[in-house]
């Protein structure tokens, strides 16, 4: 995975490209992966870095989802349910178990949600993974001892699947580099190319590193832009109506022991009607989500003050002693890009399910969908890709495929377990230079090595890209991360061959970035 390589291999085929990709979040690096693993050449293009969208601001969990199972939509349920199956088997050193301690302060709730989680266990069937039972006053406070025992009557235990979101992508990106296919960050989509037919044909784009201008060919392009799908639709068809709802999902994160255990809690219904979760995660507690439409999306959203309020408010509902405003390392927002069928209604009504539409001849724009499913997406995308395309048919390979870095005997324990089978590499980078083997910082899990080893492998070319998605300290304590911003820089420099200058506008802008991040 060498930028140069792809920039270069972009640059230079003159045959069209089997599948043009645009877009490299989990959608867009999912087709990579099908569509590369079937044997098609596909070039994918990012602007910014691998997960820089949504994709990296998510929960986190792999997960049928609660909230699907109180709406009745069970058949998305089911199906996240296998497809999360599928994916602790492809990448067992990035999902995880995570037992969830629902408190039940009524009487009924106990009842209630232990029925439903009950039939979310039996939706799951052999793909289950571990069953879900009642639990009483005294273990609910021991599992998590930070929940409020005044009027609690117990609750439910049950298990989901979690995992480190922007390491899954850059394992797939990888995952999809191995097969073949060409996938380049900071290469930004300005323009389509139509055959004489009408037929969309290929793409301009732009290497935001060098300003030069890359004209490709392909038979057959995916609009996986997230909620930017119908502004990248917007450059075939100006007049092109709306096909998604932009809204905004924020988390917040505490300190670990504001959770006090190792399971997490499901708050089943804030004061706007959500569920809302409080997950261990790298040893901090992430909280969220929130769901507010928005008007239009940006490529930097940041919490809304009433969104920040209600999370802090509900925790204060659930906790003994509830973190405040001052308490939050670090504060994140994500925009969900949901169907607009249902418009008008409450956002959160509005089913995650995925719609893949066919314009301009040979492009197609997935809106929707979620992490979770992101497999059986692509599946269904490249084999309609293909047919519109009139390339071989060819089976879909990825029920089965491992992803990057797939090892059964990673150490849950061990900081560098995310990484896989890439671990030991890490560990010989750190012991052949000592400087290496350093703390980036005192607060946060990640050493000297990992910077190295991003900017090496796994095509990190900003301190941004290190400190937010190759590691995860800007969400893990975002004070933090602006103090270890000029010593990545430095390494980054070094191993980029970048001045002085570039490290520190790389700095500058870094911690503008960290700043917006805090909430004090
Ligand atoms: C708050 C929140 C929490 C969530 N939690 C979960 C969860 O716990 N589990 C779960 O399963 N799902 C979850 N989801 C849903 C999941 O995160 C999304 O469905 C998924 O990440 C969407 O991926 P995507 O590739 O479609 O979009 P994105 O990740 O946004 O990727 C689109 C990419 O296209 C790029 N792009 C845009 N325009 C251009 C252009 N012109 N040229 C080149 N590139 C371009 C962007 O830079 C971006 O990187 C959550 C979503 C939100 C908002």
Same mark, same amino acid.
């Given at each position: ?164 979101? +922007? ?5 797939? =990106?990888?995952?999809? !580099? $191995?097969?073949?296919?060409? *996938?380049?960050?900071? #290469? %930004? ?105 928005? +008007? ?5 959203? =940041?919490?809304?003050? !009433? $969104?920040?309020?209600?999370? *802090?408010?509900?925790? #204060? %509902? ?105 671990? +030991? ?96």
């Amino acid at each position: 995975m060498l930028r140069e390589t792809m920039l270069e291999r972009a640059r230079s085929r003159a045959a069209p490209w089997d599948v043009l990709v645009v877009g490299g979040g989990a959608s867009g690096v999912g087709v990579a992966v099908d569509a590369s693993s079937r044997g098609y050449d596909v070039l994918l293009l990012e602007r910014g870095d691998f997960g820089k969208g949504t994709s990296s601001r998510s929960t986190k969990l792999v997960h049928g989802g609660v909230r699907y199972l109180r709406q009745g939509n069970l058949a998305l349920v089911a199906e996240s349910l296998r497809e999360r199956a599928i994916l602790r088997a492809n990448a067992p050193h990035i999902v995880t178990d995570r037992t969830f301690v629902v408190p039940a302060y009524a009487a009924w709730e106990r009842a209630y949600y232990g029925a439903g989680l009950t039939l979310y266990g039996m939706l799951a069937g052999r793909a289950g993974f571990g069953a879900s039972r009642l639990i009483g006053k005294d273990e609910a406070l021991r599992r998590v001892p930070a929940l409020q025992p005044r009027g609690l009557r117990g609750g439910v235990v049950y298990h989901d699947g979690q995992f480190d979101d +922007a390491r899954l992508l850059i394992h797939l =990106v990888a995952t999809a !580099a $191995e097969r073949g296919a060409t *996938l380049l960050n900071y #290469a %930004r989509v300005e323009a389509f190319t139509r055959d004489g037919a009408g037929a969309v044909d290929g793409a301009v784009a732009r290497d935001l590193e060098t300003g030069e201008e890359l004209a490709v060919k392909a038979k057959v392009v995916v609009n996986a832009a997230g909620p930017f799908g119908d502004a990248v639709r917007r450059l075939v068809d100006p007049g092109a109506e709306p096909t998604m709802t932009p809204s905004q999902g924020i988390h917040l994160v505490f300190d670990g022991a504001f959770l006090g255990g190792e399971d997490a809690v499901l708050v089943p219904r804030t004061a706007d009607g959500r569920v809302l979760f409080a997950i261990p995660w790298h040893g901090r507690v992430l909280a969220g989500t929130t769901d507010t439409p928005i +008007a239009t999306p940006v490529e930097e959203p =940041v919490p809304l003050d !009433a $969104e920040v309020t209600l999370v *802090l408010e509900t925790l #204060a %509902r659930y906790w003994r002693n509830a973190p405040q405003r001052a308490d939050v390392l670090s504060a994140f927002a994500g925009i969900r890009p949901l169907l607009r069928a249902n418009a008008g209604r409450a956002t959160s009504l509005i089913s995650r399910e995925h719609a893949i539409r066919v314009e301009a001849g040979r492009l197609l724009t997935i809106t929707g969908g979620k992490w979770t499913t992101y497999r059986a997406i692509a599946e269904e995308v490249v084999t309609r890709a293909a047919a519109l395309a009139g390339l071989p048919e060819r089976r879909c390979h990825t029920r089965t495929l491992h992803v990057h870095g797939h090892d059964l005997t990673a150490r849950p324990g061990d900081p560098l377990a995310v990484y896989g089978s890439d671990a +030991a590499a890490i560990h010989t980078l750190a012991a052949a230079e000592p400087s290496l083997d350093r703390p980036l910082h005192p607060a946060l899990p990640y050493r000297a090595a990992e910077v190295v080893w991003a900017a090496r492998s796994e095509m990190a070319r900003t301190v941004e890209d290190v400190l937010a998605r190759r590691t995860r300290a800007l969400y893990l304590d975002a004070r933090a991360a602006g103090e270890a911003a000029p010593e990545v820089a430095r390494l980054l420099g070094r191993e980029l061959a970048r001045d002085e200058a570039w490290c520190a506008a790389q700095v500058a802008s870094f911690r503008a970035l960290a700043r917006a991040h805090r909430l004090s």
